[in-house]
C-alpha cells in the first residue's frame, strides 16, 4: 500500500493526498509530526535512521517524525509511530507547530507544517529495525556540541526543528 500525505495551505486546510515520495520530489506542503522524548535527566533520545529509509539513512534524529493519516489527528499519528518505530507508548503534549521547508539530498524536499510534541520516557524500547537502527540519550549541551562538530550526522529536519524548539523554551 502506497503511503499517502495529506496536503495542506499554510492554514492547515486540507487540499488533497499525494504518495509520500511524489510528494518529497514535488516540495508539496503537507501535515507532519514531530516527537522529542526525554528521560527522567532531561536528556533527550535521538534515533539513529534505519540504512534502509528511501532518504536520510543512518542519520541520528529526534525520537520520531512522521505524517499523521488522512483519519489521523496530529495526536494519533504521532502515539502511533512510537509503537510503530520505538516500540512505546508514553503521554505527549504539544507545544507548538511551524512550517519549514528543508532540502535532504537526492531532490527531495521535507516541506511540512510540523506539530511537535514532548514527552518523557525512561524505559525498554522495542525498536523496528525498518525504521531505527538504534536510539540513545543526549544531554542538550553535548547534542549542541555533536550538531556543530559533525552536523551531516543529523537529519536537515531535525536541526531545524531543534532550533525551534529552542526558541519556545
Known amino acids: 500500500m502506497e503511503e499517502m500525505v495529506v496536503l495542506v495551505n499554510p492554514e492547515d486546510q486540507v487540499l488533497g493526498l499525494m504518495e509520500k515520495q511524489q510528494a518529497h520530489i514535488n516540495g508539496l506542503l503537507h501535515r507532519a509530526f514531530s516527537v522529542f ?10 534515533q539513529k535512521r534505519a540504512s534502509e529509509k528511501y532518504h536520510s539513512p543512518n542519520q541520528w534524529t529526534n525520537a520520531v517524525c512522521s505524517h499523521p493519516r488522512t483519519d489521523e489527528t496530529y495526536l494519533e499519528g504521532a502515539n502511533r509511530r512510537l509503537t ?9 503534549s504539544e507545544k507548538f507547530n511551524f512550517i519549514y521547508k528543508a532540502d535532504v539530498g537526492n531532490g527531495l524536499w521535507e516541506h511540512e507544517l510540523d506539530h511537535v510534541f514532548t514527552g518523557k520516557y525512561s524505559s525498554e524500547f522495542n525498536l523496528n529495525k ?24 543529523f537529519t536537515e529536519w531535525f536541526k531545524i526543528i531543534l532550533e525551534e524548539y529552542k526558541h519556545h523554551f
Open 84 to 92: 510503530e518505530e520505538l516500540g512505546i507508548k508514553t503521554e505527549l
Open 130 to 153: 525498518n525504521e531505527v537502527e538504534e536510539v540513545r540519550y543526549i544531554s542538550m549541551k553535548d547534542l549542541d556540541q555533536e550538531i556543530a562538530e559533525h552536523p551531516e550526522q
Open 37 to 46: 522524548l526525554f528521560n527522567e535527566n532531561g536528556e533527550m533520545l535521538l
